[in-house]
């Protein structure tokens, strides 16, 4: 079959016409695609965005791709966590049978209270050595906040600050208040307010700077001292408060059942509620 002499293009021959008909509706469908509308959407001369790594997403508090002593030092922080929670029942217990003791396997200020309270009655002999093993005890993690700010800066605070509008605002309180107080801060942060200071300015310490073995020193004086003043707050309360301990010793073992209980509650049901 040969092309019309006035269409030399050999447009009206049926076959060209049919892959002309193809062409054109494989162009539509192509320029309909979702990628193609994307592309278009795209203003000329703008670039995409690469997509994000998973250790850039928010909730991090890193800024660059961590390394093994990010992932170990977000380890010791998830590990203080599920420690705190087991020793519950045990702090629990040890309050109501043995209070030296409980000073000295955790540094409990409300052990070292009781401690004082019996140490007036003659019932704490040695009570010197439970308290400084007690503080040995009490500042056994705290290194782990000082590292954190050393890897991260505000990192952490970060993170923690964004777990909801309330905690923002008290963490923002918290960093205000603990950058007026320079190293006084570490003497501050044992004061029983319902603010998350002691964390807070564990980790800015790391942040500027301050030496780890600097930052010890000061720990163990300052937890020295907040223990001494509630063996002395326990000492002067003297006999009333021994009796109440040993009323509180008569149900010592329910409430470290209780405790044992909320603590496979928390740790069964919150892993739930994230997902709802």
């Known amino acids: 079959m040969h092309p019309h002499p006035e269409d030399p293009t050999g447009a009206t021959d049926p076959v060209v016409a049919a892959a002309n008909r193809a062409l054109a509706k494989a162009q539509a469908e192509a320029a309909s695609s979702p990628a193609a509308a994307a592309q278009a959407a795209v203003p000329p001369g703008a670039t995409e965005e690469p997509e994000k790594e998973w250790w850039q997403e928010e909730g991090m508090p890193w800024k660059q791709k961590p390394t093994r002593s990010d992932f170990a030092c977000m380890a010791w922080i998830a590990f203080m966590g599920l420690f705190g929670l087991a020793m519950l029942p045990l702090r629990g217990w040890l309050l109501g049978l ?20 019996l140490a007036s009655q003659g019932l704490a002999d040695n009570w010197v050595w439970y308290l400084l093993a007690g503080t040995v005890m009490s500042i056994k993690f705290d290194w782990v906040f000082w590292w954190a700010g050393k890897l991260w800066g505000r990192g952490m605070i970060e993170v923690w ?116």
């Open 98 to 117: 043995n209070p030296p003791l409980l000073v000295a396997l955790t540094g409990s200020r409300s052990g070292a209270a009781a401690m004082g309270a």
């Open 161 to 276: 600050a964004g777990r909801s509008p309330r905690a923002a605002k008290n963490y923002a309180r918290a960093e205000r208040l603990a950058g007026k107080l320079g190293w006084v801060g570490m003497f501050v942060a044992y004061v029983p307010i319902p603010l998350p200071l002691m964390q807070v300015i564990f980790v800015l310490f790391g942040a500027s700077k301050m030496s780890l073995k600097k930052f010890l020193v000061l720990d163990f004086i300052a937890s020295t001292v907040w223990l001494l003043f509630y063996v002395g707050l326990g000492w002067v309360v003297g006999e009333p408060a021994v009796e109440l301990l040993k009323q509180y010793a008569k149900i010592a073992n329910y409430v470290a059942i209780g405790l044992i209980i909320f603590v496979v509650a928390t740790t069964m049901f919150a892993p739930r509620r994230k997902r709802a």
